[in-house]
């Protein structure tokens, strides 16, 4: 029986990813009807548990915390994907899209997902235990890049409005590849004991000791699958953007929440990925995967997203308001409050959450 459930389980994990390419072919470029928009909707949701299934036999393979890394790139892709196409085809419209969205992703990782696993983690081990050194490191780059590349525009005078002349874009761009590089290097290479899971005592432990690891065949055909299943979010994600506009539109709310559900969408197999990572004892890996997503949506989205602005008409608004400037600050006051001792209860979970819950109520009503 239970291997048939597993034969179950790789079937549809392998035929969703297929059928989304194949769906996305019949679909690209065409208005959609309310039909097709449910199930090209379902679809997507499956290739979203699908890309979850087959970074995560990719990271088994690789190891902690090259899996993590792997799922972050994989869903930075699909961000910088569905910004730049969106941006193509907003016009002036979806100036402040790119804004949007990064600020999204660095609110649902830094409260949204880390207050949920941390809750979860604190409510089924009584604590959640963490490495505050490699933490602590990745929530100083996140603050370090969302400032650079999100705060300063607001307050640069060179040209008039919250947005960069090119060679302070350029800068931005620039500082963030490098940032984001040498945290790569420290995570993987230089130190990379301080991003492995502890135990309630301290001591670092193998994330995939508990079983045997994927060959290397499965682990390239889920790598193969993952690219399909990736590229079937993107493009259905697309292909639903206008009626997730529209939907906006027709409710009042502002322009911006677009940028809330887009990053919602692509941060979902992130989420998911963190909370069984946590409902293992694994809060590190969750960690990881958090605040990796977040430093990774603005250490390559502007990077990316400052390239296409080359041939992209209209400006390019990446200052924060001044609301969200508070949100960030305390965002980041919370984070360091809650990394600095290596261990978390739920209070800190909740205190995360509700930052997470005032940011989706401003930005449904500023």
């Known amino acids: 029986m239970v291997t048939r459930l597993r034969a179950l389980g790789t079937q549809w994990t392998t035929v969703i990813p297929l059928l989304a390419v194949v769906l996305l072919a019949l679909t690209w470029g065409r208005d959609l009807p309310g039909v097709v928009v449910a199930v090209v909707t379902l679809v997507l949701a499956g290739a979203v548990l699908a890309a979850v299934h087959h970074a995560e036999v990719i990271a088994h393979r690789v190891g902690e915390p090259f ?91 060179t ?56 060959s290397s065949r499965q682990a390239l055909v889920s790598l193969g699958l993952l690219a399909l299943a990736l590229i079937g979010v993107v493009g259905l994600a697309k292909g639903v953007s206008p009626t997730i506009e529209s939907g906006v539109e027709s409710a009042g709310m502002p322009h911006a929440v677009v940028g809330v559900i887009i990053a919602l969408l692509v941060l979902l197999p992130e989420t998911i990925a963190a909370v069984r990572a946590t409902r293992r004892d694994r809060v590190q890996t969750s960690l990881n995967l958090a ?19 080359l041939w992209l008409s209209g400006p390019l608004v990446l200052g924060l308001s001044a609301t969200h400037m508070v949100l960030l600050a305390l965002t980041v006051t919370v984070g360091t409050l809650t990394v600095v001792p290596g261990r978390a209860t739920p209070l800190q979970g909740g205190v995360h959450l509700v930052l997470f819950a005032a940011y989706i109520e401003l930005a449904v009503t500023p």
Do not use: W
């Open 159 to 214: 040209r008039p409005g919250p947005e960069f002349t090119p060679s302070q874009l350029t800068f931005a761009a620039v500082a963030s590849l490098v940032l984001y590089g040498l945290f790569v290097t420290t995570q993987t290479v230089r130190h990379r004991e301080y991003f492995l899971p502890l135990t309630k005592q301290g001591e670092v432990i193998d994330a995939d000791s508990h079983a045997a690891g994927p």
């Open 67 to 157: 899996g993590s890394l792997v799922l972050a790139i994989a869903v930075t892709i699909i961000e910088v994907a569905l910004i730049v196409t969106l941006m193509a085809d907003g016009g002036d419209k979806s100036s402040t899209l790119a804004r949007d969205t990064v600020f999204a992703a660095v609110m649902i990782t830094c409260n949204g997902i880390v207050g949920l696993c941390l809750l979860a983690g604190a409510l089924r081990h009584r604590v959640a235990v963490f490495n505050p050194e490699g933490t602590g490191a990745a929530l100083a780059t996140v603050a370090t890049l969302a400032t650079l590349c999100l705060v300063l525009p607001t307050f640069t005078t």
């Open 291 to 309: 605040l990796g997503s977040a430093m990774a949506s603005i250490g390559l989205t502007i990077p990316a997203v400052a390239l296409a602005s």
